[in-house]
């Protein structure tokens, strides 16, 4: 094979995407059965408009039986079992040559707390935050199954309402409880998630109990494993009470039962895809939830339903099994009712495990936010806090958020987030992997039962048609994305943002950057609004100290859905 042909040959083979199976699929459906030519040069023409080429008819010829033979290695490759869980021998990694991590670790040190005292109606404390909670069990004021079986009450009165919950773990809950009732007792005082009830998004595995991953083909499926986040959180002695509810395949809030609901206005949904955790946290039916974020699953429930969601470092948190969307963006984090509750959240749960191989071992040290913030220089997006409504006015809550931040760090640095690259073109990235990680989906057909109600069956087909080395290409260009944010956060340690409509939650979720997001007030039709603060890689204890240092400053984190309360 000549230069010229074999330029040819991989200009082809990239076009239709080896790691994309459906166009070499789409060529060779039309003539199945007619060995040993399978596509054709007409075919070819054809690819080549999606693929943007233009080949001669000569090099069409020389193609084809080249074409045809990697059809048939596509074709074994489908022949091969691939479940979800199985992580690609490539690996997206946040940080760059050069950059240099704190290794040293410290003591887990909560802020000081107020001694509570133990209300006469136990249900009153269903909006508490875990730090408040965890003081009424350390004190031995509450039983963790007496928090339990409050919990266990609230989640059956109103789970149904607001279709927040995919199954009840009533068993497993009370049992974890009266292990927790007989430590506590015993002087084994596990730290403060001892005893503290909790919900899972439905897309961590749970043995014993249904994974569905929100969507029809899978609603009975089991999983014969404790995700690592569980397996954490069960050693530190947090309850698990119910797997809640996530959009289809972890998109938007409608799922194969419905529509998760948002305790502030049950008419409108709760976003998502992290829906159940959003709406059951604010609604007081579990001290904290879990959730995951590929873009925005956290950051938006946490908006829509007022509460606090942390989305950690890529590579902060290992995502052994959760259900896989996309290797390279996935990442796992809490929804609680405060900055600190986050922190002590992350702080069970981060690490390496041996099984998520893009995890990292560096320490997260939270000192209950004890950070000297003068020494910090912290910014903002000015622009993004600056824009008009419809009627032309900047929004009260967003000109208040800044001046709260401005009395936390009156010199605030105006922040301008990278704009000379196509980041909306990056989701491609998004695109291609999610049609990997759901290969079988598509090609079983048992897509057509999400068809009514979630969009990913057609963007997964689409995603076919994704050439391999565009795929290739968007990763370099964010490679330079990741290296502008770099030269950003070289001038803040971290900057607060308005939540939604703006390049950040996009930007962040591709360099990896972790975000924190928080309620801001209630807009104008009683339904909450937020900021988010964006912080370096693994950085998350100054991160979560502005932003816990923001919060109570405003207080807005202390309002809760009335309906609910």
Not at 126 to 144: C, G, S, Y
């Amino acid at each position: 094979m000549n230069a010229v042909d074999r330029r040819a040959f991989v200009a082809y083979f990239s076009s239709i995407g080896l790691g994309s199976t459906l166009l070499p699929g789409v060529l060779w459906s039309r003539v199945q059965g007619q060995d040993p030519v399978r596509v054709t040069k007409e075919m070819l023409e054809d690819a080549e408009k999606i693929a943007g080429l233009k080949f001669t008819e000569e090099q069409r010829t020389r193609m084809v039986r080249g074409v045809n033979s990697m059809a048939r290695n596509i074709e074994q490759i489908h022949g091969v079992d691939l479940p979800n869980s199985v992580l690609p021998a490539i690996q997206f990694d946040p940080v760059l040559p050069g950059m240099h991590f704190d290794m040293q670790r410290t003591a887990l040190r909560m802020s000081r707390q107020p001694k509570p005292q133990r209300p006469a109606d136990l249900e009153s404390v269903a909006f508490w935050p875990v730090t408040q909670l965890a003081e009424l069990i350390r004190t031995r004021q509450v039983k963790p199954s007496e928090l339990t079986e409050m919990y266990l009450a609230r989640l059956h009165r109103h789970g149904p309402t607001l279709e927040a919950v995919v199954s009840y773990m009533n068993e497993r809950a009370r049992a974890q409880a009266a292990q927790a009732d007989r430590e506590i007792a015993a002087g084994k005082y596990r730290g403060p998630l001892h005893g503290i009830p909790w919900g899972a998004k439905d897309l961590l595995a749970t043995k014993g109990y249904r994974t569905t991953w929100g969507a029809e083909p899978y609603r009975e499926q089991m999983i014969d494993e404790d995700a690592t986040v569980v397996q954490r959180l069960d050693a530190a002695g947090a309850i698990l009470i119910a797997k809640l509810t996530l959009g289809a395949l972890a998109q938007g809030d409608v799922w194969y039962g419905g529509k998760t609901r948002n305790p502030w206005n049950p008419e409108q949904g709760s976003s998502g895809s992290s829906a159940g955790p959003g709406a059951a946290t604010a609604a007081g039916l579990v001290g904290f939830a879990i959730g995951t974020e590929t873009l925005g699953s956290i950051m938006s429930p946490s908006r829509v339903n007022g509460v606090t969601g942390l989305r950690p470092t890529f590579g902060r948190v290992s995502r052994a099994g959760a259900m896989a969307l996309s290797w390279s963006m996935d990442k796992i984090g809490p929804m609680c009712r405060s900055v600190e509750d986050c922190a002590l959240v992350l702080h069970a749960i981060y690490g390496p495990d041996g099984h998520d191989p893009t995890v990292h071992g560096i320490p997260f040290n939270w000192t209950g936010g004890n950070v000297d913030l003068r020494k910090m220089r912290i910014g903002y997006t000015e622009a993004s806090f600056d824009s008009p409504d419809r009627n032309g006015n900047v929004v009260e809550y967003n000109r208040a958020a800044v001046e709260a931040l401005r009395r936390i760090s009156p010199e605030l640095a105006p922040v301008e987030m990278p704009a000379d690259l196509p980041v909306n073109a990056l989701g491609i990235i998004l695109n291609a992997e999610s049609a990997a990680a759901f290969d079988d989906l598509t090609r079983s057909g048992r897509d057509a039962s999400m068809e009514e109600t979630s969009s990913w069956p057609n963007s997964f087909r689409e995603a076919r048609f994704i050439p391999a080395v565009e795929y290739i290409q968007a990763n370099r260009i964010r490679t330079l994305l990741m290296q502008q944010m770099a030269a950003v956060m070289e001038k803040v340690d971290v900057f607060m943002s308005t939540s939604g409509g703006n390049s950040v939650l996009l930007v962040t979720n591709l360099t990896g950057h972790p975000s924190i997001a928080l309620p801001a007030g209630l807009s104008a039709q009683g339904t909450p609004v937020s900021v988010t603060f964006v912080g370096r890689l693994y950085d998350e204890e100054r991160l979560l100290a502005v932003a816990k240092a923001w919060q109570d400053a405003t207080g807005h984190h202390t309002q809760h859905p009335p309906r609910f309360s």
